[in-house]
């Protein structure tokens, strides 16, 4: 056990104990010494702590200083009513404190009382019960700003995870001492009643055990009674004052309280010179004692004066340390370290977008970037990188550009204050706005006013407000590009994240069979084609069967889709309908077979330009057919073909979705309405 811990248990033990036991007058001499220096010590570090979390033990300490202090109290009562002597602190403090006068010292106590109770207990109290409310409610609050800056990249994982703890901790502790506050306030009262009840108590015993007159036992048993409460009320003080302090310290980090206060009642000049000059002017023009104001009104001006020499020299060498500091920066060589780093996705606007990412203007595009990584992972499986989001003047006030990897790959502009209609092809009556496209996926719309929403929604627009055109398009973006933002770091963090399930899996697969390298390849072809990775246990899995075979990424992705068939075919074959599809030319698998060629670099087409014109073209008149009935354009081909037909047709049909026969469950129905071929 601990020292700690030892000391703290007998603490408290002995406080139980000196409720039942009696205890010598000499010992109870050194016990209320010990308690007024437990309270000296947390009265100084409430003082001098930097911020109340450094005294989060508080409400504890209040607890077990409390119960001691009524110990010692009950066991000085013993003494009194038993034998007139509780020793030399009790008496001293009864006769030194209150002037051996009956009335001095019921005056005195009775003040310290009414302070304490009055004017310090209320006041904490009350402080208490507001700061925990306050506390409470802002929260929620908190935790957004937290998850705001974390996505903006102000802050990492760990100092997100340490301000959270933060704000968890001090909830909890402004939540215990609005109950803590209680024990103070009950102090008081007992202190109180136990003077009362000692007073009456030694009158019976003086004047009906000890045959003493009425005057006598007043002036002994009055004395030691008042010197009772004022030894226990002063360390009920301190706590109390400690309390107070606590309860209304300042949260933010500061040297240290003495001098928070200084600078901030001398730091003005002019009002020292007021002061002073009001001082002196009532020391002379009153009968008030002049050898007292005029001292102090002429202390007042001299120490404004200094101040004020003070702070002109401050200046000087503030702007003195600022030319040398931008001097040291034009001298020292560059850092160029810091202008290496690239992050994965930036988002950034004109200065006419930041009211929708700034929450203190009830913009809500931060969470908006919270929502999409969650949509992405859900979705896809996949954890998207932090999405920076920055303010570039350079842009236009209305205009957004978006960065993977330092480059631009996309851009939008939107109009404040509007929104954007869309027809999805059965609007009847055209309203009119502002010609433009939508920046996803390029279609044709309209901005609109406030006062336009309504009537097009009735007239069945789609309308959508700027923060969810740009949210939309973000995602559109990160989806498209998510393949190129898979690491080798977020693969293995993938890994690890299904490890304790799958301890003889991981085992197995990693490193004996393939590399991090190479399972990142696998799951990057797979999300290129818009494939979720989100069974990642299936997917090791086929990969633990088929790396001892072969360890080419490409053919492993297939023996993949094929054991991911059924979460393929429930993505583009629904169950409950049949599914209008093309189908490939025997033909032309053929001929793309007899030109795929195997190097040392990998695998690729040899296919004559003729040929692979013609199969374009075939695949483009398949594909609008498919559009022109509203459907999707999805082609079949055999296993072995799919890759290199992809690969063939991927830089021409951007959405084109290319499934094998091996990838779709047995009770899909395809209806085939046409089929890729050459002449």
Request: net charge negative; aromatic share 6%; hydrophobic share 45%.
């Amino acid at each position: 056990m601990k020292k700690s811990d030892l000391f703290v248990g007998i603490y408290l033990l002995a406080a139980i104990v000196f409720m039942i036991i009696s205890v010598p007058s000499s010992m109870l001499d050194v016990l209320l010494a010990f308690n007024m220096f437990v309270a000296l010590v947390v009265l100084f570090n409430a003082l001098f702590s930097k911020e109340s979390m450094d005294m989060s033990s508080f409400p504890t300490i209040l607890l077990l200083t409390t119960l001691f202090r009524i110990s010692l109290n009950i066991s000085s009562t013993k003494l009194i009513l038993r034998t007139g002597d509780p020793g030399k602190v009790v008496e001293t403090f009864g006769r030194f404190v209150g002037g051996s006068d009956i009335v001095i010292g019921i005056i005195v106590f009775i003040i310290l009382l009414i302070v304490q109770f009055m004017v310090i207990n209320k006041g904490s109290e009350r402080v208490a019960e507001v700061t925990a409310r306050f506390t409470l409610d802002a929260m929620p609050g908190k935790q957004m700003a937290i998850d705001a800056d974390l996505n903006t990249g102000a802050i990492t994982d760990a100092e997100a995870k340490k301000r959270r703890e933060k704000i968890q901790a001090e909830s909890a502790f402004y939540g215990s001492m609005d109950g803590a506050v209680k024990y103070v306030k009950g102090d008081a009262m007992a202190g109180l009643l136990i003077t009362l009840i000692n007073i009456v108590g030694g009158i019976v015993m003086g004047v009906l055990r000890q045959g003493m007159g009425i005057n006598d036992a007043l002036d002994k048993y009055v004395i030691l009674t008042i010197g009772d409460g004022l030894v226990s009320a002063l360390p009920s003080l301190m706590i109390s004052l400690a309390t107070g302090i606590l309860v209304t310290k300042d949260t933010r980090d500061e040297a240290d309280l003495g001098a928070m206060i200084f600078k901030q009642l001398m730091s003005i000049p002019k009002v020292l010179w007021c002061v002073g000059g009001v001082l002196m002017f009532l020391g002379i023009t009153t009968p008030l004692p002049i050898y007292i104001f005029v001292p102090f009104g002429a202390l007042a001006v001299v120490l404004g004066f200094s101040m004020n020499k003070q702070q002109g020299i401050e200046e000087i060498e503030t702007e003195v340390d600022s030319t040398e500091q931008e001097a040291e920066e034009i001298r020292k060589p560059e850092n160029v370290v810091s202008l290496l780093q690239v992050d994965p996705i930036e988002l950034e606007f004109g200065y006419g977008i930041i009211p929708l990412a700034d929450v203190n203007q009830g913009g809500d595009l931060i969470d908006r970037v919270v929502m999409i990584r969650r949509q992405i992972a859900l979705e896809l499986g996949a954890v998207v990188p932090i999405i920076r989001l920055r303010d570039n003047i350079q842009l236009n006030p209305n205009q957004y550009i978006i960065k993977i990897k330092g480059i631009q790959v996309s851009e939008g502009e939107i109009l404040f204050d509007h929104y954007m209609a869309m027809n999805p092809g059965i609007v009847e009556e055209e309203i009119t706005g502002i010609p433009t496209f939508e920046p996803s996926y390029h279609l044709p719309a309209l901005w609109i006013t406030e006062s336009q929403r309504e009537r097009a929604e009735t007239l069945g627009y789609t309308v959508v407000d700027p923060p969810s055109i740009i949210a939309t398009h973000l995602t559109e973006v990160v989806r498209s590009n998510i393949a190129d933002l898979l690491s080798r770091q977020d693969v293995q963090n993938l890994i690890n994240n299904i490890k304790d399930n799958n301890q003889t899996l991981i085992d197995e697969l990693v490193p004996k069979l393939l590399g991090i390298g190479e399972i990142q390849k696998v799951l990057q072809n797979l999300l290129h084609e818009g494939i979720s990775i989100r069974d990642l246990p299936s997917i090791c899995e086929t990969l633990a069967d088929y790396a001892a075979v072969t360890k080419d990424t490409d053919v492993l992705t297939e023996y993949v889709r094929q054991g991911l068939k059924r979460a393929i075919s429930s993505k583009y074959f629904p169950s409950n309908e049949s599914t209008t599809v093309v189908t490939l030319d025997p033909n032309v698998e053929q001929e793309i077979m007899n030109s795929v060629k195997q190097t040392e670099q990998g695998v690729y087409l040899n296919l004559e330009p003729e040929k692979s014109k013609a199969i374009i073209t075939s695949v483009k008149e398949q594909v609008k057919k498919l559009e022109d009935m509203g459907k999707a354009s999805i082609i079949i081909t055999s296993p072995i073909v799919r890759m290199y037909f992809k690969r063939l047709t991927e830089d021409y049909i951007k959405d084109l979705i290319v499934v094998s026969y091996n990838e779709i469950e047995s009770d899909v129905e395809l209806k085939s309405v046409g089929m890729v071929s050459i002449a």
